[in-house]
């Protein structure tokens, strides 16, 4: 059966510097890889997917993902993290036998001023 | 373009009462979902609409959870009776329901409705 371990469930950067958030998935075929975000009190918001085009996918907001089959990883990545990145992030599988999806039980990303 | 409208935004009951939620989707759009999510928890698929057919409702709890999508627009999740472990934000989603398939569809989802059960 398919998995995601989000492997932090808190991340505190300071603003300015880099933000990785890591992602690890179990999956029996070929997945689809998403990254949802959950801003305080409003619904969540698709930031970037992977359904087997191109490993590297670029998102909204400058976040970026890299597929790497072999680590069976999807971690999400952004250069310079800025104030209003602080949410919750939610990495997300799919399996193309089933179509469910399966979450993550999420990373709070804190960013310090 | 509007997104998926809930309502409403919160609701507080005493266990044992009913309680209902309404979605109304992105106009358009053939698929909608219920989510189920608990603090500190990422969201639970309770039942999945195409039009107004049941796709999926394997996480249902039908013994006291119940769900419909007259005319395979709005939709409506209902609690009867409500349990303490039912508190949580129920979220709404739809997607268009393309060719692809629900792997690779993207949904949407609404602000949600955060019930409270005392």
């Known amino acids: 059966a398919q998995s995601v371990t989000q492997l932090d469930s808190h991340v505190s950067v300071s603003e300015g510097t880099p933000v990785l958030l890591r992602c690890n998935y179990s999956?029996?075929?070929?997945?689809?890889l998403f990254w949802y975000v959950q801003h305080p009190n409003k619904g969540l918001q698709l930031l970037l997917k992977y359904t087997s085009a191109a490993t590297l996918v670029k998102g909204i907001n400058g976040f970026e993902a890299e597929f790497k089959k072999s680590e069976t990883s999807f971690h999400l990545t952004k250069p310079s993290a800025h104030m209003s990145d602080a949410a919750e992030y939610f990495c997300?599988?799919?399996?193309?036998?089933?179509?469910?999806?399966?979450w993550g039980a999420g990373t709070k990303l804190i960013i310090k001023p | 373009e509007a997104g998926v409208a809930q309502s409403p935004r919160y609701k507080i009951i005493e266990k044992r009462q009913s309680v209902a939620f309404w979605c109304n989707p992105i106009?358009?759009?053939?698929?909608l979902y219920w989510y189920q999510q608990i603090l500190g928890q990422g969201p639970k698929l309770l039942i999945q609409?195409?039009?107004?057919?049941?796709?999926?409702d394997s996480q249902l709890p039908k013994d006291r959870f119940s769900a419909e999508r007259l005319k395979g627009v709005d939709s409506t999740l209902k609690i009867q009776p409500a349990k303490l472990e039912d508190s949580a934000v129920y979220l709404c989603?739809?997607?268009?329901?393309?060719?692809?398939?629900?792997?690779?569809?993207?949904?949407?989802f609404g602000p949600g409705t955060r019930l409270t059960v005392l």
């Open positions: 106009s358009g759009h053939a698929t």
């Open positions: 997300v599988v799919s399996e193309r036998s089933n179509y469910q999806l399966i």
């Open positions: 609409f195409q039009n107004n057919g049941v796709v999926d």
């Open positions: 989603a739809s997607s268009l329901g393309g060719v692809a398939g629900p792997s690779t569809d993207t949904q949407y």
């Open positions: 999956s029996s075929y070929s997945p689809s």
